[in-house]
């Protein structure tokens, strides 16, 4: 503190025209925001919209849950009657992780965003929020088949959403080949997962139990390791 106040008081005394220059300048930079790396191109930083969809997602299984009751008899039968409900819930519950999994990795390969972006990860989150409401459809109803069509009808419309989202994330880092690679790979299981929930649809009027093994076929391909292309690839999740 001594050498400081020796420091500033020859600093006065000399009046330090370059030294008040400098300082001006860098009070200057102090709360000044960049604009032209803020708003260049409406490129926005990501850390908003990961909050908001965290949120959105963490509520959504809040709902899912709390949909779940005890039975009014703790018997055998009774919990027997409930089990199409608890597993609709653990059916629910994987997607749902499966989707914010996916969303992480997917804004890992970003840091901005643009307007499009933005509203496409609303357009995600609008399919997402439905699964509470068909969770609870096919847990009461596990044997009826529109049911489960509904149920197939949600999972495509979030399957499609998070594509589209992808690929607008995917646009905007062309010029990074690993990046993209990793993209084009990930392109191909969302389209596989596109497909059979479409599938799942018509064939649930066929048979609801085949939809349901569509569902839980797409919930464990998402397990399964991606292929690395290469050396160039070694950091690429799973």
């Known amino acids: 503190l ?3 106040a020796q420091g500033l008081s020859c600093c006065a005394a000399s009046g330090c025209p370059g030294n008040r220059a400098s300082g001006a300048e860098d009070l200057s930079k102090v709360g000044r925001i960049d604009l032209s790396i803020s708003f260049e191109e409406d490129l926005l930083r990501t850390n908003r919209l990961e909050a908001f969809s965290d949120g959105v997602l963490a509520i959504v299984i ?4 709390l949909e779940l009751k005890a039975p009014d008899k703790l018997t055998v039968e009774e919990l027997l009657r409930d089990v199409p409900v608890l597993m609709s819930y653990l059916l629910s519950f994987v997607m749902v992780a499966i989707v914010w999994v996916n969303h992480h990795h997917v804004f890992q390969l970003t840091e901005r965003v643009d307007t499009r972006v933005l509203w496409l990860n609303n357009h995600l989150l609008l399919w997402v929020s439905l699964t509470p409401f068909v969770t609870a459809v096919v847990g009461k109803n596990s044997e009826v088949p529109l ?5 197939g009808g949600v999972m495509f419309g979030s399957a499609f959403a998070f594509a589209l989202l992808r690929r607008a994330i995917a646009a905007q880092s062309a010029s990074a080949a690993h990046i993209a690679r990793l993209h084009r790979r990930a392109h191909v299981r969302n389209a596989i997962g596109v497909v059979a929930y479409l599938a799942s649809i018509p064939l649930a009027y066929w048979s609801t139990r085949l939809s349901y093994a569509i569902f839980v076929a797409v919930a464990l391909m998402y397990f399964l390791p ?3 292309a290469g050396p160039a690839d070694a950091g690429e999740r799973p």
């Open 62 to 65: 809040t709902i899912m849950v």
């Open 2 to 4: 001594a050498v400081l």
């Open 147 to 151: 049911a489960a069509a509904l149920y």
């Open 226 to 228: 991606m292929r690395r």
